[in-house]
């Protein structure tokens, strides 16, 4: 039989949650165990939109670590995004710059994902295992014994980290998070060269189009004249209409009047690929004894605007924060363990909220397109909507009626 490694903490999955979950226990001086089972680099379906907070919580752990994602040569800056409304009002949402650099960019996952797991290759304190999958979760009196298939890997923690996305085995069996059409989007993904009139900022652009809602699509700006285009909609409404989500990306592209010119030479440079969003648009229990739940497999992604890296980002490093607080007091109880919920949902909960109610709105065309109309002639709207991609505790504000009442009588 094979050793059992012993570890006090064990993180399954080496994405962006896991990663920083690691990064930032390496600063706290203690060990860990990463195990994922694929090999960097390794593509992720996803939009590779990084917003303001991405930049942030990385300088947060590590300003080196910051340092070396703005050098990073494959992405592309974005300084901020661009709301387009059913009735083609667009709004521009600027990021606040950071060290007078963009604070957002645009990076295809398999060259984020492979730096951030190159980072942790830096750190001492950190072992990283690839190619091996975690098959089975056995919970002792003094700890989980984790094992692939074969049994010839076998750890054992005195916490776990669950990092390995929106599918987790951990998450639907143990922790009993099963995936509700309602909080689950389903969303395509393609690339494309030559694209037409990207915006000269970098900015992300989400459409809310007439024929997509309640869903959007995308453009996401890359190095190199490529973009990342694609569709989001809503599981339960692809359900009930049946939709197919391949032939609405398509007829976009070909039909909508003003889609239609600025592809018009843009290239297909990849195959077109699907993948499920799990939406924060519900509040759950993301720990239980001697785990936490991180990233997509917390179900973090924002409601409105699809993001999910840099919520992945935040748990991560809240869920490492919790381990050190555990650690210390030598509890790993369900009943320790809650407060990683609490600042889950204190610190990111006003933000899911707001965009579950902006992600209803969607469903109300003539409503959003007078939210977005407001937006165009009011500069404190602008800012707070701005606020949302990196400043968590300002985003309260969106949350609060007494906000809106004043945005109505104050146009200035």
Same mark, same amino acid.
């Given at each position: 039989?094979?050793? @059992?490694?012993?570890?006090?903490?064990?993180?399954?999955?080496?994405?962006?949650?896991?990663?920083?979950?690691?990064?930032?226990?390496?600063?706290? &001086?203690?060990?860990?165990?990463?195990?994922?089972?694929?090999?960097?680099?390794?593509?992720?379906?996803?939009?590779?939109?990084?917003?303001?907070?991405?930049?942030? @919580?990385? &300088?947060?752990?590590?300003?080196?670590?910051?340092?070396?994602?703005?050098? #990073?040569?494959?992405?592309?800056?974005?300084?901020?995004?661009?709301?387009?409304?059913?009735?083609?009002?667009?709004?521009?949402?600027?990021?606040?710059?950071?060290?007078?650099?963009?604070?957002?960019?645009?990076?295809?996952?398999?060259?984020?994902?492979?730096?951030?797991?190159?980072?942790?290759?830096?750190?001492?304190?950190?072992?990283?295992?690839?190619?091996?999958?975690?098959?089975?979760?056995?919970?002792?009196?003094?700890?989980?014994?984790?094992?692939?298939?074969?049994?010839?890997?076998?750890?054992?923690?005195?916490?776990? @980290?669950?990092?390995?996305?929106?599918?987790?085995?951990?998450?639907?069996?143990?922790?009993?998070?099963?995936?509700?059409?309602?909080?689950?989007?389903?969303?395509?993904?393609?690339?494309?060269?030559?694209?037409?009139?990207?915006?000269?900022?970098?900015?992300?652009?989400?459409?809310?189009?007439?024929?997509? #809602?309640?869903?959007?699509?995308?453009?996401?700006?890359?190095?190199?004249?490529?973009?990342?285009?694609?569709?989001?909609?809503?599981?339960?409404?692809?359900?009930?209409?049946?939709?197919?989500?391949?032939?609405?990306?398509?007829?976009?592209?070909?039909?909508?009047?003003?889609?239609?010119?600025?592809?018009?030479?843009?290239?297909?440079?990849?195959?077109?690929?699907?993948?499920?969003?799990?939406?924060?648009?519900?509040?759950?229990?993301?720990?239980?004894?001697?785990?936490?739940?991180?990233?997509?497999?917390?179900?973090?992604?924002?409601?409105?605007?699809?993001?999910?890296?840099?919520?992945?980002?935040?748990?991560?490093?809240?869920?490492?924060?919790?381990?050190?607080?555990?650690?210390?007091?030598?509890?790993?109880?369900?009943?320790?363990?809650?407060?990683?919920?609490?600042?889950?949902?204190?610190?990111?909960?006003?933000?899911?909220?707001?965009?579950?109610? #902006?992600?209803?709105?969607?469903?109300?065309?003539?409503?959003? &397109?007078?939210?977005?109309?407001?937006?165009?002639? &009011?500069?404190?709207?602008?800012?707070?909507?701005?606020?949302?991609?990196?400043?968590?505790?300002?985003?309260?504000?969106?949350?609060?009626?007494?906000?809106?009442?004043?945005?109505?009588?104050?146009?200035?």
């Amino acid at each position: 039989m094979n050793t @059992i490694k012993e570890t006090d903490v064990c993180i399954i999955g080496a994405g962006p949650a896991g990663a920083t979950a690691a990064l930032q226990l390496h600063q706290y &001086n203690i060990p860990c165990i990463v195990v994922d089972k694929a090999v960097f680099p390794r593509d992720k379906v996803c939009g590779d939109g990084l917003s303001g907070k991405v930049l942030t @919580i990385l &300088n947060s752990i590590d300003p080196a670590i910051g340092e070396r994602l703005v050098g #990073l040569q494959d992405k592309e800056e974005s300084w901020g995004v661009t709301f387009v409304a059913s009735n083609r009002a667009s709004l521009d949402i600027a990021y606040k710059p950071v060290n007078d650099g963009a604070a957002g960019f645009v990076c295809k996952r398999m060259v984020f994902d492979n730096f951030l797991v190159d980072e942790m290759k830096r750190c001492g304190t950190i072992e990283l295992i690839e190619g091996t999958a975690i098959d089975t979760y056995t919970l002792q009196q003094d700890g989980y014994l984790l094992s692939d298939a074969s049994g010839s890997l076998r750890i054992k923690a005195k916490l776990i @980290i669950v990092a390995n996305g929106a599918h987790s085995s951990f998450t639907k069996d143990v922790a009993g998070i099963q995936m509700e059409p309602k909080h689950y989007c389903a969303g395509l993904r393609a690339y494309y060269k030559n694209v037409e009139g990207l915006h000269p900022k970098g900015h992300l652009e989400l459409h809310f189009l007439k024929s997509l #809602l309640p869903g959007y699509f995308w453009i996401f700006p890359l190095p190199n004249g490529e973009a990342n285009v694609g569709v989001g909609i809503l599981s339960e409404v692809v359900r009930k209409r049946k939709l197919n989500l391949r032939k609405m990306l398509q007829d976009t592209l070909e039909n909508d009047p003003m889609l239609k010119e600025r592809f018009k030479d843009a290239v297909l440079i990849d195959k077109i690929d699907g993948y499920g969003l799990p939406l924060g648009s519900k509040k759950r229990k993301l720990s239980g004894e001697r785990y936490m739940l991180i990233g997509d497999a917390g179900h973090l992604i924002d409601p409105f605007t699809g993001e999910g890296i840099g919520n992945a980002l935040y748990s991560g490093r809240y869920a490492a924060q919790q381990a050190k607080l555990a650690i210390a007091a030598n509890n790993f109880s369900a009943e320790q363990l809650k407060a990683y919920d609490e600042t889950i949902y204190y610190k990111l909960g006003p933000e899911l909220k707001l965009s579950a109610r #902006l992600q209803k709105l969607v469903h109300r065309p003539w409503l959003f &397109n007078y939210l977005m109309k407001l937006g165009m002639g &009011n500069k404190q709207l602008r800012e707070l909507m701005s606020c949302m991609f990196y400043e968590l505790d300002l985003r309260k504000k969106l949350t609060k009626p007494s906000f809106y009442v004043k945005l109505l009588f104050n146009r200035a």
